[in-house]
């Protein structure tokens, strides 16, 4: 019993022996095709999925609060003293430029007016009545001295004019009118205010930045401007006016933009949110999953020829999904978005798919 279950066991092994001899070839080769193991075809790299790298600016958004004013704005006051007879004018009522708004007693203006106006007529016709005597009926002196009565009597009316003229308020521009104390009776003076207008077709938003900016900013360059009542809105504005000076207390500089008011829904004194992009220099965007990080810091894997290279950089700017970054890589370089853990310098690897253009990111 024991001798067969040795035989057994022989065949069995005698067995194997020849099937394996069979399988690897009398001279170690793979298979039945002949060739040695270690000279089959070399395997294929991993499969990566690449992104190609974009230039793209750096941009930087600044965020500031703004107070608006109108692009034309003033307060009225009387040019002389003199008691209300008449308001011509309501608050928040559109008006034109020469309206007038408001009148004062001007009895005397007038009358003192009637008076120049006789005394031009007379000095008129006594220069023409010596004009028209007989030669040398008249010294020339005479004459003379009529001639500049009249000038005289002419500068007497038009400053009785300019009097009378000063007995009413009109609008200097067209506008909208503010709120006002006076009432018909009241006495004024030139100091005492009566009303105010604004042109509000557009508004002026003043509202600081970092001295840093400087340089960087430019009359003309677009704004976002937000009111911060229940209309959020944003409305695009134009820089007009960046100021000459730097606060030495808070180390910014005052600018001011334009937006427009078409629609009359915005205010002179309203609070706005204003926000300005900056734009710097072109640097490598790439996909943020593209980002890896070392002992030495962050780097991406691309692809050169067909081997994965490690390419050290510094992160500039994160974005929606994108990432900024300085370093030795050109405009349109493929670099590993997926099979990353596969990575190894130097190692070839085999494209999923060939690299597909950029995504636009947010901004650009």
Known sequence: MHIALQAVVAAAVLGGAALAYQTAGPSGTAGGDGRPSGMGRAAAGPRVVVEPVVLAPETTRLDAVGTGAAIRSATLHPAAAGEVVALRFRADQHVAAGDVLLEL?????????????????????????????????????????????????????????????????TAPFVGHVGLSDVDVGDRVTPDQPITTLDDRRALLVRFTLPETVLGRVS???????????????????????IGSRVDPATRTVPLRARVGNADDRLRPGMSFAVALDLTGPARPRVPEIAVQWGAEGPFVWVVRGGTADREPVRIVQRQEGVTLVEGNLEDGEPVVVEGIQRMRPGIAVTLADPPRAAAAAPGS
């Open 105 to 169: 007693d001007a009895r005397r203006e007038r009358l003192a007016l009637d008076l120049a106006e006789a005394r031009v007529d007379e000095a008129e016709t006594l220069l023409k009545r010596y004009q028209t005597a007989g030669r040398g009926a008249v010294p020339d002196s005479t004459v003379d001295e009529a001639r500049t009565a009249l000038e005289a009597a002419r500068i007497a009316r038009r400053e009785a004019e300019v009097a009378l003229a000063d007995r009413t308020v």
């Open 219 to 241: 009359v003309d360059q677009p704004v976002e401007v937000t009111p911060w009542g229940p209309d959020k809105t944003p409305l695009t504005g134009r820089l007009v006016d």
